[in-house]
């Protein structure tokens, strides 16, 4: 964490707020899935009623964690910006397996949405400027 002293870069604090929407668009996501247990040709489509509740879960699960290490970002805690990381890598490969595997779904397009996000996270979160700030 950074000693207060090292000013945070305005990209530092894009990430963050990018981070959050990348976790509220998982969130959603993972809401929309449960929505969609009427549905009986989208319960096939995901294999089973287990298999949609667990995507929606996990969806939500990893949503709600991104969205509360955010807020760590912002002072410039280094084991913030791993944790977002390692969620970011995991929403990407959860969302790109859905949007492919089930791109027949109603709610495909939301995957894709969700990578890019969490792309544009990635690549803010590593730039040069957030480096040193992390580095404090």
């Known amino acids: 964490m950074t ?3 090292a ?13 959050w929407i990348a976790g509220a668009i998982d969130m959603i996501t993972g809401v ?21 509740m667990g995507a929606a879960i996990g969806s939500i ?26 969620l970011q890598v995991l929403s990407i490969l959860g969302s790109l397996f859905l949007a492919v595997a089930y791109r027949e779904s109603p709610t495909a397009w939301t995957e894709w949405v969700g990578i890019l996000v969490s792309i544009v996270v990635l690549l803010l979160l590593w730039s040069k400027k957030a480096s040193a700030f992390f580095r404090g």
């Open 32 to 52: 929309l899935l449960f929505f969609l247990l009427p549905n009986e040709s989208v319960v096939t489509e995901y294999g089973g009623t287990g298999q949609l």
């Open 61 to 86: 699960i990893v949503g709600l964690i991104t969205v509360v290490v955010a807020g760590g970002l912002l002072k410039g805690n280094s084991a913030a910006r791993m944790i977002v990381t390692v």
């Open 7 to 19: 000013a945070r870069p305005g990209g530092v604090t894009l990430v963050a707020v990018i981070a």
């Open 3 to 5: 000693d207060g002293t």
